[in-house]
């Protein structure tokens, strides 16, 4: 999905780098990687580090970094493409997904042609880019990290470290703890949800649906929630 | 950042936290803060319990598993403590090490996508 736009800002000199924020690691990511196909690097964080260092909640996410290697976008929903989802029609009468795809539907997305011409702004103009924030606005318009936030980072660092190790009944327990304390992160619900009921082999559950084991569900979670706050603006 | 001790090596604890502790304090690109004495030995020996403390990093003990999970800062209330971008190793498909660093004199745009 980036790589024509990689291959076009490339000659500029602009990387992009795609990061996995996978606990499943190379099983889970790899076909899609190799699907892809990028020539830049392309990565897998299954500890979701880079989510904790860059105030990441949900996917797909970006930060930009210039020359200084310095921040100058803090976290923000990325889209490249328009989503297929938002001009299909729903269908009807598959249950729970017919209920899901209406949700996705009405999930605010950043406009790809808005976003992608911001990129292409900043990479022409670099800090005289409107789109280029000074260091005090970039920390300032990075997300709240209030404690319990952070605690909610530290929970879901146990939680995947022993859901890796085979201990799931225990990881569970830090996941859950890490949902109640920010329960606007995607990723941490999202991940766990796609690892309790996604089978060995199989592909990732995508439908992320109620089980005995989380307090929340996609469906239930973004109804919760509002699909119009899914994501966060690029502005 | 998952410990199963609460001294940890300079090195690592940069890796997983973002943040270089040195003599003169903790620091995350030019920002610095001030440590209390005894928090970095001469051997670079980071004691993660004043250092946690110091920069409002939750420490999380798993008991049964014997780990800390030590989380972000929360120094200044917000997720980046600092515009200096933390600088990430980590795997592509195959296992090899790619590190952020390397890119130090272009733009980078750095995106997290997921399977799930």
Sequence with gaps: MWQALREELHPAGVEVVTVALDSGGAEAAAKWIDRAAPRHPSLIDESHLTAELFGFVNVPSAVWIDETQTLVRPAHAAHVRRSSFEDAEVPEGLGRITEMLREVKKIRRTDPEVYVAAVRDWVQRGADSPYALAPDEVVERSRPRPPGHAEAAACFELGRWLWDAGRRQEAVAWFRQAHRLQPDNWAYKRQAWSLATTAPGEDTDLIQGPTDLYEGNWLDDVRAAGAENYYEPFD | ?116
Excluded: Y
């Design chain 2, 1 to 116: 950042m998952i410990l199963d001790s609460l001294e940890v090596l300079a090195d690592r604890f940069l890796e997983g936290t973002g943040w270089d502790v040195k003599e003169r304090g903790a620091c995350r690109g030019e920002l610095c803060v001030p440590l209390p004495e005894g928090s970095l030995d001469a051997d670079g020996v980071v004691r993660v319990e004043p250092v946690a403390a110091t920069l409002g990093m939750p420490l999380v003990h798993d008991a049964d598993a014997g780990l800390w999970a030590v989380g972000p800062a929360t120094l200044g209330g917000r997720a980046l403590p600092t515009a200096a971008a933390p600088q990430v190793t980590l795997p592509d498909r195959d296992g090899n090490l790619f590190s952020t660093s390397s890119l130090a004199g272009r733009k980078v745009v750095l995106v997290a996508w997921a399977s799930w």
